[in-house]
Structures are given as structure tokens and as C-alpha cells.
């Protein structure tokens, strides 16, 4: 089984940035399927993807977050991480690091998810 923990939520002004860090308790990034990712989900509306990474490095992203998200990792700290900027209240959610890993610990892994939110 893995663990992720998530930290850097908080409070941050419109216009803002954020990083969020996710430390998974197993190395993910090992076959050619296994990705990271992370998702949010506002009050009131279902879990969205935000954007996720490859084994590769490849970075997809949902459209309402590109150009804005960054998402990045160091694969000697199994850990993956979400630079947010020109945050806008919109942007308000709680945001759940996700793992997906095939061959070995095989399965989908989620965090227990940090809070952001984007207020004057």
C-alpha cells in the first residue's frame, strides 16, 4: 500500500501563489503507466482533475488551470508538487494528491487532501 500527504494549503490573496507539496510513502515512478497527479474539488461541485505526470515527466493539465499550474516532482523524495500562481477565488478547493501505480502496489492512491483558499 501507499501513503500521500499532502501540505502547503492555505490562505492566499487573489493574484497569489501556492505550492503544494505530496510526499508518497513508496517510490511511484517506476513503470512506463505508473503516474502522480492531483485533483481538487470545490464546495458544492464534484472532484476535478487538475493535471497529472508520467513515469516520463510528461504533464498534462486540465484546461481551466493551464499556463497557471506547474506541476513537477523529485523522484529521490517520491514527491510531486503543484506550483499555483495568479491564484483566483474560483480557484478555492481542496486539493487531493492522487497516485496511480501498475505492476507493483498496483492500484489508485489518494491523499486526505489540503485546503486552499483564494480570498481578499
Known amino acids: 500500500q501507499v501513503q500521500l500527504v499532502e501540505s502547503g494549503g492555505g490562505l492566499v490573496q487573489p493574484g497569489g501563489s501556492l505550492r503544494l507539496s505530496c510526499a508518497a510513502s513508496?517510490?511511484?515512478?517506476?513503470?512506463?503507466?505508473?503516474?502522480m497527479g492531483w485533483y481538487r474539488q470545490a464546495p458544492g461541485k464534484q472532484r476535478e482533475l487538475v493535471g497529472t505526470?508520467?513515469?516520463?515527466?510528461?504533464?498534462n493539465y486540465a484546461a481551466s488551470v493551464n499556463d497557471q499550474f506547474t506541476i513537477s516532482r523529485y523522484n529521490a523524495k517520491n514527491a510531486v508538487y503543484l506550483q499555483m500562481d495568479s491564484l483566483k477565488p474560483e480557484d478555492t478547493a481542496v486539493y487531493y494528491c492522487?497516485?496511480?501505480?501498475?505492476?507493483?502496489?498496483?492500484?489508485?492512491?489518494w491523499g486526505q487532501g489540503t485546503q486552499v483558499t483564494v480570498s481578499s
Open positions: 492522487t497516485a496511480h501505480k501498475t505492476v507493483v502496489d498496483a492500484g489508485d492512491y
Open positions: 513508496k517510490s511511484i515512478f517506476i513503470f512506463s503507466n505508473d503516474n
Open positions: 505526470i508520467t513515469t516520463y515527466g510528461t504533464t
